[in-house]
């Protein structure tokens, strides 16, 4: 991961490793099954989850933190005192599996791209970034028991893109020349365009690890238009939320067919976008 990523993040990547247990469920267990018993799932609040369940207990990897926030009294403040993290992996998982190690790496690197600023308090929101991600909770404090509640959440599209992007990188260079990633192969073509036709691959990594997602913003739209990325953003949720639709419909052809339509559908304004380029763009650095 250090050499893909760079030595500039080594340190980065070796503190988020050091921080985070990996899990295998057990036989019987499922990923869903295996973040509610180690203590991930709110279960006081269902809706603080944007994937749902189904999703979760469908998916072959996961990373997730968990944040142990308090309010000081003192200071009148919430405050963050720790923070757990997890990579959880099915329980069909296997070492000498080039598909399965593709899952390890690609949640990995969810987990590295989140350590830094991964919680910061706004008054009384708590803004959780993963990767380039944004979740707004709100939070409220009762008899000094802390809750949270999912207000909002950005980005998911354009992670699951790069992150999907790195995963085929990473196998491609040090695995199996051939490698595909084989979910969110439509996010990650997006994000592909994205990376080569503006060459942000850099900036894309600085955000991630370093969390100044701004200035890749400013960059992008430098580039291309004044508001391209946050269209851009926008269609790759969309596109997202397609794409775990397709996986739901897999065992049910007329319903997949549909799925494929309406990701095919978001083919053309993708490629619109990706293609906006500034003419100047070549003078600006
Ligand atoms: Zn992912």
Redesign the pocket.
Known sequence: MILYYGEDKAEIILNAIQSCPIMICNNNENIYDLLLKEGFVDTSNNDNYSVNIEDLKRSSGVYASIPEAIYDDESNEYMIKSIRRIVGLSNYFKYDDINHIANLI?ELS?LVKSYVDEYKVIDDNLINRNGLIVYTYKLTNEDNVVSMKLLDEKSVGIE?GT??LDEENIMSNYFDSNYEVRGYVLVTAAARALTDNFNLKKDIHDSHFFANKNNFIEKYNSMSTDDSYQRLDMLMDETLRLEYEKFANAFNSEKLQESHQKLNDKIEPLRNILSEFNKDYQNIK
């Open positions: 690609h969810h699951e992150n999907s």
